[in-house]
C-alpha cells in the first residue's frame, strides 16, 4: 500500500510539473523543441527518485553506460561481420612465398649468370617488396581498429560501477540485471569474434613480415653478386679471345633457362600491370585519334592544305605509323621495370616504324645504314635475353662488335660529306656509336666479355634511340601545327590567339629537351646503373647540411629554383594571353584598352605568389626571410641603390601607370613606341627600328613626353611660304579647302591656317591640323604637302624660296669681262 501512494505521489507530482511548464511557455509564448523536453522531463525523473529514493542516486547513470555500451559493442560486431578485407593477401601469400624461393634457386643454380639476369631477379625482388609494404600497411591499419576495439571490450569488464553496484528498489533492480545480462551476451560475442579476427590479422602479419625479412635477405645476396660480377667484369671472366674456356660451353642450359624466365616475367608482368596496360592502350588510341582527326579537318576544311601538309610531310603522308610511333617509343616509361623482354618488344617494334618513314622521306644511305644494323640489333636484342655466359655469345658480340663498327664507318664517311641531307648531330651520334663499338671489341678480345656486351648493346639502342626520338619531336611539332590549324576557323579559340610560329619554336625547344633526358635515362637504363644513379642522386638531394644555426638541404634548394622557374614562366603565359585578349577586344576603345594593360602587375602578382610557394614547398625556414631582408637592406646601403630605385619605380609605373604598353613617348632625346615595361627597366622601340633599354627611374625622374596619355590624338604643324605678290585670301582659301577635303584629318579640332609672318623674300602661312591617329602623322603630313604643292602649282601660286642679290662695282673706264673672273693658273697646275 505503501508503494502505490509513491507512486501515485509520484504521478501527481509529475503532472503538475507538467501543468506549470506549460502555462509558463503559453505565458511567455516560448516554444521548446522536444529534445528540451525530454531532458526537463528526464531531470525531473531523477530529482523525485532522489526524493524518494536516496540510495539510488545512480540508477538511471548505470542504464545510460548499458546503454553506451550496448551501442558501441553492436558497432563494432557489426563492423566485424562485415569480414575483414584480407581474402586477396590470404590468397596470394603463398604465392610470392612460392616467387620469393623461386628466385632463391635461380639466384644460386646458374653460377655464370648475366648482369641483366641478375638485375632480372632483383627486379622481382623490388615488385614484391612494394607489394608487400601495401600489405603490411593494409594490415596495420585493420590490426589498429581490432587493437582499439579491443581495449573499448576490456574497458567494460573493469566498470566496477556496473559489475557491483545493486538498486535498491526491486522494480529497478530486475530492469537493470535484464540489460546488463544482454550487455554482457552481447559483449561475450564480440570479444570472441574480435580475438579470432586479431588472431587472423597477427598470423597474416607474420607471414607478410616473414616474406618481407627473406625478400630483404635475398636482395641483399643478389646486391653481393652485382657487385662481384661488376668487379669481375672490369677485371675479365676469361682469358684473351683465343683461350676458349670449355666451362662456358653451356648454351642449351642457357636456352632454356632463358625461354622459362621470360616466360615466367612476362605472365606475372601481363597480369599485375592491367591498370597501366589499360592507361596505355587509351593514351596510344588518343594520340593516333588526335593525328587522324586533325590531317582530316585540315584536309577538308584548309583552303591551302597544300601548304599546311608541305610542313607536316610525315603526318600527312603516313598518319598511321607516325602516330604509332610516338606512343610506342613512349609507353616502356609508363611502367616501373618492366621485363626486358616486353621493353624489347616495344624497341623491335619502333625500329620498324623508323625505317619505314626513313625509307620513304630521308637520304637512301641512311635507310641502306639503318637496314644492316637492323638485322645487327636483332642478334643484339635475343643476345640481352640470355641468362648465362656461354663461349658462344662471346664470338657472336665479337662479329656484331666488328659488323657494326664497319656499317657505321661506312655510313659516317657519307654523312661527312653531305651532313645537310640528315638529321641534325647525326654525324655525332655515330662517332660516339663507333667509339663505343670498338671499345666494346677491345673488352671482348680482353676477356671483359660481361662489360664488352653491355657497351656493345647500349651502343646500339641508344643510336636507334636518337633516330626514333628525332621522329618522334617531328611528328609531335607537326601534330601541334595542324592542330592549330584545325582551330584557325574557330575565332573564339584561345588557340587562335597564340602565335603559331613563336609558339612551335618554343615547343621543339621543349620537346628537345625532353628528349635529351630521356635519352640519357635509357642510356643509364642500358648501362644497368639506373637505380644506381638514382638512388645516388637521391641521396645527396635529402642529405642535411648545416650553415651556422640553420640546416638546408639540395633537393629543398631545386624545388625552391624550380618553382621559381616555373612561376616566371606562368607570369609570362598569362601576361601574354591576357594582353592578346585586350588587342582582340574589338569593342572597347583605345583608352579601356591601355587601361586594362596591367601585365606588369598580374607578372609581379603571379611572381611573388611563386615566391612564397617556393619558400613553403622547399621547407624554408620563414624566420630566416628577415635575415636575407636584412642583408638585403645592407646591401642597398652599399650599392644596390640604383637597382631597388628601378624596381621601385617599375612598380609605381604599374600602380600610377604614366606611360603604358603601346604608348609613344619621348624621353632624353629619344622617342617611340613602349613595348614592354618590366620590373627593373622597359623598352622603347624607335622609328630607326633600334629597341632602347630605360630603367624605370629615368621614365620617373626625367621629363618624358606622352603623346597618347589620354588619346591617340597629335597636332601637325606646316610651315607654307609663297612669293611676294600672291593673293593672301586665295592662299588661306586653298588650304583651307585642302585640309577640309581629306578625311583623315580630324574635323573637330578644326585646322587653321594663319599668316605667319613677312620675310625678306616670302610670305609665310602656318597651317595647323589634328591627326586622328599618332602613328601615322608623319605619311599624313606627307600627303599634305603633296597636295598644296600639287594645288598651287595648277593655280599658279609662286612657292617662294631664297633670293641673294650681289651687286659689282667696275672701275671707271674698264668693261666687264667673264674672263676676268677666272682665277690665273700657275705651271704647276695650282690655283693662286
Request: neutral net charge; hydrophobic residues 45%; proline residues 3%.
Amino acid at each position: 500500500m505503501q508503494r502505490i501512494l509513491k507512486l501515485s505521489l509520484l504521478i501527481i507530482i509529475a503532472l503538475s510539473i507538467f501543468r506549470q511548464d506549460g502555462y509558463a511557455q503559453d505565458k511567455n509564448s516560448v516554444v521548446l523543441s522536444l529534445g528540451k523536453k525530454q531532458r526537463k522531463a528526464m531531470h525531473t525523473r531523477d530529482s523525485v527518485l532522489h526524493s524518494f529514493n536516496g540510495a539510488d542516486t545512480s540508477v538511471d547513470n548505470l542504464l545510460q553506460k548499458l546503454e553506451q555500451y550496448n551501442t558501441t559493442f553492436n558497432q563494432i560486431k557489426n563492423n566485424l561481420s562485415d569480414g575483414l578485407d584480407t581474402a586477396d593477401i590470404s590468397d596470394k601469400i603463398p604465392s610470392i612465398l612460392r616467387r620469393i624461393n623461386k628466385i632463391k634457386e635461380q639466384a644460386n643454380t646458374h653460377k655464370a649468370s648475366t648482369l641483366r639476369y641478375l638485375f632480372v631477379l632483383r627486379d622481382d625482388l623490388d615488385h614484391i617488396q612494394v607489394q608487400l609494404k601495401g600489405w603490411e600497411s593494409d594490415l596495420d591499419a585493420i590490426n589498429d581498429k581490432l587493437v582499439q576495439n579491443q581495449k573499448d571490450l576490456v574497458k567494460f569488464t573493469k566498470d566496477l560501477l556496473l559489475l557491483k553496484n545493486i538498486p535498491s528498489d526491486s522494480v529497478l533492480r530486475i530492469r537493470f540485471f535484464e540489460r546488463r545480462k544482454e550487455v554482457i551476451l552481447l559483449w561475450t560475442t564480440t570479444d570472441a569474434i574480435n580475438r579470432r579476427n586479431l588472431f587472423k590479422i597477427n598470423f597474416l602479419q607474420n607471414r607478410v613480415d616473414v616474406a618481407n625479412a627473406n625478400v630483404l635477405d635475398e636482395t641483399d645476396v643478389i646486391d653481393g653478386k652485382v657487385k662481384h660480377f661488376a668487379e669481375r667484369a672490369f677485371q675479365g671472366e676469361f682469358g684473351y679471345i683465343w683461350n676458349i674456356d670449355p666451362a662456358y660451353n653451356n648454351i642449351n642450359s642457357s636456352l632454356i633457362g632463358t625461354v622459362k624466365l621470360n616466360n615466367t616475367q612476362l605472365y606475372y608482368f601481363l597480369k599485375k600491370e592491367t591498370t597501366t596496360h589499360f592507361i596505355s592502350l587509351v593514351f596510344m588510341v588518343l594520340f593516333v585519334g588526335w593525328i587522324v582527326y586533325n590531317r582530316e579537318k585540315t584536309k577538308r576544311e584548309s583552303e591551302t592544305p597544300e601548304i599546311i601538309f608541305s610542313q607536316a610531310n610525315y603526318i600527312y603522308k603516313y598518319p598511321i605509323i607516325a602516330s604509332l610511333l610516338v606512343p610506342i617509343a613512349i609507353i616502356p616509361y609508363f611502367y616501373d621495370h618492366p621485363p626486358v623482354i616486353f621493353l624489347e618488344g616495344f624497341f623491335i617494334t619502333s625500329l620498324i616504324l623508323v625505317l619505314l618513314l626513313v625509307k620513304k622521306n630521308l637520304h637512301p644511305n641512311l635507310f641502306n645504314a639503318l637496314r644492316q644494323l637492323f638485322f645487327v640489333t636483332l642478334i643484339y636484342s635475343a643476345s640481352n635475353l640470355l641468362i648465362q655466359i656461354t663461349n658462344l655469345d662471346r664470338f657472336v658480340i665479337l662479329f656484331l662488335t666488328i659488323t657494326s663498327t664497319i656499317i657505321g664507318y661506312r655510313f659516317n664517311k657519307k654523312v661527312n660529306t653531305t651532313p645537310a641531307d640528315y638529321p641534325k648531330n647525326t654525324g655525332f651520334a655515330l662517332k660516339i656509336f663507333i667509339g663505343l663499338q670498338v671499345l666494346a671489341l677491345i673488352c671482348d678480345i680482353s676477356g671483359r666479355f660481361s662489360l664488352a656486351k653491355i657497351i656493345a648493346i647500349t651502343a646500339t639502342y641508344n643510336l636507334w634511340f636518337f633516330i626514333s626520338l628525332y621522329f618522334v619531336v617531328e611528328i609531335l611539332t607537326q601534330g601541334l601545327l595542324l592542330q592549330f590549324q584545325a582551330k584557325k576557323s574557330t575565332e573564339e579559340s584561345v588557340v587562335s590567339w597564340v602565335d603559331h610560329n613563336l609558339l612551335q619554336v618554343k615547343f621543339r625547344k621543349i620537346l628537345n629537351v625532353l628528349a635529351t633526358l630521356l635519352w640519357l635515362f635509357f642510356l643509364f637504363q642500358n648501362l644497368n646503373i639506373d637505380d644506381t644513379a638514382t638512388d645516388y642522386v637521391t641521396d645527396i638531394l635529402i642529405e642535411s647540411h648545416k650553415v651556422g644555426g640553420s640546416s638546408f638541404t639540395f633537393g629543398g634548394f631545386v624545388i625552391f629554383i624550380a618553382v621559381i622557374w616555373l612561376s616566371s614562366v606562368l607570369s609570362k603565359i598569362v601576361s601574354y594571353f591576357y594582353d592578346i585578349s585586350v588587342q582582340r577586344a574589338a569593342d572597347i576603345d583605345a583608352l579601356k584598352k591601355k587601361n586594362r594593360t596591367s601585365t606588369l602587375l598580374i607578372r609581379i602578382g603571379v611572381f611573388t605568389i611563386g615566391f612564397f610557394l617556393a619558400v613553403f614547398a622547399s621547407n624554408f625556414p620563414l624566420d630566416k626571410i628577415t635575415i636575407i631582408i636584412s642583408a638585403f637592406g645592407i646591401g642597398i646601403g652599399f650599392g644596390l641603390q640604383n637597382i631597388v630605385n628601378n624596381l621601385v619605380s617599375g612598380l609605381i609605373l604599374a600602380f600610377e601607370k604614366p606611360i603604358q604598353i603601346g604608348d609613344i613617348i619621348e624621353v632624353d632625346n629619344r622617342s617611340g613606341t613602349i613595348k614592354e615595361i618590366g620590373i627593373r627597366s622597359s623598352k622603347l622601340a624607335t622609328s630607326d627600328g633600334a629597341e632602347v633599354i630605360i630603367p624605370n627611374g629615368d621614365l620617373i625622374s626625367h621629363h618624358v613626353v606622352n603623346w597618347t596619355l589620354s588619346n591617340d590624338n597629335r597636332r601637325i604643324e606646316i610651315m607654307i611660304s609663297v612669293a611676294y605678290g600672291s593673293d593672301i585670301t586665295k592662299v588661306k582659301n586653298l588650304l583651307k579647302d585642302i585640309l577640309n577635303a581629306r578625311k583623315d584629318i580630324m574635323p573637330e579640332p578644326e585646322p587653321l591656317v594663319f599668316l605667319h609672318n613677312l620675310n625678306e623674300s616670302s610670305v609665310d602661312f602656318r597651317v595647323l591640323f589634328w591627326a586622328d591617329d599618332i602613328t601615322h602623322w608623319l605619311e599624313l603630313k606627307s600627303h599634305v604637302l603633296s597636295d598644296i604643292y600639287t594645288v598651287f602649282y595648277k593655280e599658279g601660286i609662286e612657292m617662294a624660296f631664297p633670293r641673294q642679290e650681289v651687286n659689282f662695282r667696275l672701275p671707271e673706264g674698264k668693261d666687264f669681262n667673264v674672263n676676268d673672273l677666272t682665277p690665273p693658273v700657275n705651271p704647276d697646275n695650282k690655283i693662286n
